[in-house]
């Protein structure tokens, strides 16, 4: 530890022999208020380390974004541990690079953001590579050290951010002394790093659900169709604006809305036989039909699709599907259906034949004249082509006929013979 020693410069002497215990022991109170001085100073350096650690995961504001976090906890180790320079590095798979993110030095200097090193490159790729932490006590004598950014370090810890094995990144913590760093500092560092590696894992996983989210959301408002997700009493849970113009009513009163509040008894009926066969099946429905009443009391007709929603335990907790108002599509599927009433009616009463044929030249919509003409029953004439109605040399001329209309795209006159069914 040291010697306590005591000198004559005046003249020789004799020590007397009583008084070596004395001086031993004045020696040994020196050597004791020595130790209590040391081991005070080492006390005090841990729990300014304690404090730390408690600073740093429990007082910063997990709220901040994560290069704020990893700034404010950098300044606070460089300052509690009276370090030179600090950095915090992230890994990129897919270059394979430690990438700077974020630091604090006593000097005050910006330090390059974005800077990269490759695995292996330097102590800090090294340690990276290898996942293990490096101590450079003196990094004169270390030929991996990369004097990069400020040019007063002599000493370098490096320690890998991993969580589970999997590296996240590299905290690097330099200091102006030679052997600045103790075993107990590693291990006080180490276990900060732990929790640094943590929050960037989780902020990453965050970030990227977070990414997710919003592509999702994009996705869904920007839809035609209406978007909704129902808690299995039916009550909705979620939905974007297109269910709510839809429906005809705000945002705030579909959230939470039964669907019996939108549905006659019918139609809730309807929908509830398809969202149970769903819940008991585990299958889809993609295309099934309802009406639902909407603000103005009107009936609109909608098909809809129902995917069961589970918790990450694989229990069943809602419903998803997609809703289509088909109202315009049904309303012009009835005039259709009218329409061809009328068209087949007006045909049926013109007494000439009337026939109409597809590309091929196969007769699909024709009248009686027709069948009488063919002298065949309507179902043995659907389908066929002339040359399996008429005789050959007729069938061929129409076959002609028809090519020349279909080609010059223009009505044209033609006159044709045949003979009927009463042989005229």
């Known amino acids: 530890s040291g010697f306590f020693g005591l000198d004559t410069v005046r003249k020789e002497i004799e020590w007397p022999v009583e008084l070596i215990p004395l001086l031993k022991l ?9 130790e209590r001085k040391q081991a005070e100073e080492i006390i005090q350096k841990r729990n ?7 600073h740093v995961q429990s007082e910063i504001p997990l709220d901040a974004s994560v290069e704020k976090i990893l700034q404010a906890a950098a300044e606070s180790m460089g300052r509690a541990f009276g370090f030179y320079k600090i950095s ?10 430690i990438v700077y993110l974020t ?6 200097l910006p330090l390059p953001r974005g800077h990269r090193q490759k695995l292996g490159q330097g102590l800090i790729g090294k340690a990276a590579l290898h996942r293990q932490t490096i101590v450079a006590n003196d990094v004169s004598k270390e030929p991996d050290y990369l004097r ?38 590693v291990a006080v560092l180490e276990s900060l790093a732990r929790y640094i590696a943590h929050v960037i894992d989780n902020r990453q996983k965050e970030e990227a659900i ?30 974007n604006e297109s269910l709510g113009r839809m429906l005809g009513y705000p945002m705030e009163k579909v959230l939470g809305m039964n669907n019996r509040e939108y549905m006659d008894e019918d139609s809730a009926r309807k929908v509830y036989q398809v969202f149970n066969q769903v819940f008991k099946t585990g299958q889809p429905v993609n295309v099934a039909e309802l009406e639902v009443i909407t603000a103005d009391r009107l009936k609109h007709h909608a098909e809809f699709s129902v995917s069961l929603i589970k918790d990450s335990a694989g229990q069943p907790v ?13 309303q012009a599927e009835r005039a259709l259906v009218e329409a061809n009433s009328r068209l087949k009616a007006l045909i049926e009463a013109i007494p000439d034949v009337v026939y109409f044929k597809d590309a091929e030249c196969r007769n699909l919509i024709f009248n009686t004249a027709f069948e009488k003409l063919c002298g065949l029953p309507r179902e043995e004439i659907t389908g066929k082509k002339d040359e ?12 002609q006929s028809d090519e020349k209309v279909m080609k010059r795209g223009e009505p044209l006159r033609f006159e044709e013979e045949t003979i009927g069914p009463d042989g005229q």
């Open 388 to 399: 399996e109605l008429l005789p050959a040399d007729l069938a061929q001329y129409c076959r």
């Open 318 to 330: 809602g419903f998803r599907g997609i809703v289509r108002d088909i109202t315009v599509r049904k």
């Open 26 to 34: 004045i020696g040994e109170i020196f050597l004791n208020a020595l």
């Open 48 to 54: 300014a380390q304690l404090e730390l650690i408690y």
């Open 148 to 185: 990069l950014h400020l040019s007063e370090t002599r000493a370098e810890l490096v320690i890998p951010l991993l969580v589970h094995e999997r590296l996240v990144g590299v905290l690097d913590l330099q200091h102006t002394k030679i052997g600045a760093f103790s075993w107990e500092d």
């Open 103 to 108: 630091g604090w030095n006593k000097t005050g």
């Open 88 to 97: 915090v590095n992230l890994f990129d798979p897919d270059t394979q690079e």
């Open 210 to 239: 977070r990414e997710s989210l919003d592509k999702y959301r994009t996705i869904v408002e920007n839809i035609q169709e209406g978007y909704y997700e129902v808690d299995l009493k039916g009550n909705f849970t979620f939905a």
